[in-house]
């Protein structure tokens, strides 16, 4: 899987869009970008993944640049809740490969 | 749908003694699971590879005679911590991989299991 590089923290006013970037600049062509984020003393949540469109839920959207060398999680009004670590992860996902978690944004969603 | 549970939430012990720790997929059939170690302000590290019916899988550095893994059936898998020490207290995670249907693959995980070895 292709490694990932995420600032280590973030703040953001509550109520403002949250934009967390992610660089992977060696992502292979079948490689998706997946987003997840841990609440402390939780287990991990899935956000969103996608693999070059744009893409968006009901939590948040993700924005890949073309070449897909970089991606941005925007959680669109940020709410206390909100504060967690964002993990950002490239894998094949139909296959039978691990999931690994590098450090991490750290947000901050301050009143 | 996609749950997986941990139980217990969290758990107190004895230095020298054992502790089980049991992941189970809810709502679906997972062929193989994985075990993650969290310490305090650290990212996920993933201990073993759990397939059912066959040995765990270990990562390098990760005592296999000490952290017994067990998944006995396509929804249940064991991670016995044995002979616990201080060191060994962490929070557990675990997740379980769609066997099949239209999450086919993907991981799901648990809400972890906090252990306190004193």
């Known amino acids: 899987d292709a490694k990932t590089t995420q600032p280590p923290s973030m703040d953001c006013a509550e109520g403002r869009a949250a934009n967390l970037p992610c660089n992977h600049s060696?992502?292979?062509?079948?490689?998706?970008v997946y987003w997840y984020r841990q609440i402390h003393s939780q287990g991990p949540q899935y956000i969103i993944h996608?693999?070059?469109n744009n893409e968006t839920n009901e939590m948040a959207s993700l924005i890949i640049t073309e070449d897909r060398k970089s991606s941005t999680l925007i959680l669109p009004h940020a709410t206390l809740r909100d504060t967690a670590v964002y993990y950002c992860?490239?894998?094949?996902?139909?296959?039978?490969?691990?999931?690994?978690f590098g450090a991490g944004t750290r947000l901050t969603v301050k009143p | 749908g996609a749950v997986v549970s941990q139980h217990p939430s969290w758990v107190i012990c004895k230095s020298g003694t054992s502790v089980k720790i049991e992941c189970r997929s809810l709502?679906?059939?997972?062929?193989?699971m994985f075990w993650y170690r969290q310490f305090p302000k650290q990212s996920l590290m993933l201990m073993a590879t759990?397939?059912?019916?066959?040995?765990?899988?270990?990562e390098q550095g990760v005592e296999k005679d000490k952290f017994l893994i067990n998944h006995a059936s396509l929804t249940l898998s064991t991670l016995t911590v044995t002979s616990a020490h201080p060191e060994d207290s962490s929070f557990y995670i675990c997740?379980?991989?769609?066997?099949?249907?239209?999450?086919?693959?993907?991981?799901?995980f648990g809400p972890g299991t906090r252990l306190t070895v004193l």
């Open positions: 060696t992502i292979s062509g079948n490689e998706y």
């Open positions: 992860i490239v894998r094949v996902p139909y296959n039978n490969n691990d999931m690994r």
């Open positions: 709502d679906f059939q997972a062929t193989t």
């Open positions: 997740s379980a991989r769609m066997s099949s249907g239209a999450s086919y693959n993907e991981q799901f």
């Open positions: 759990s397939n059912e019916g066959s040995k765990a899988t270990y």
């Open positions: 996608g693999l070059k």
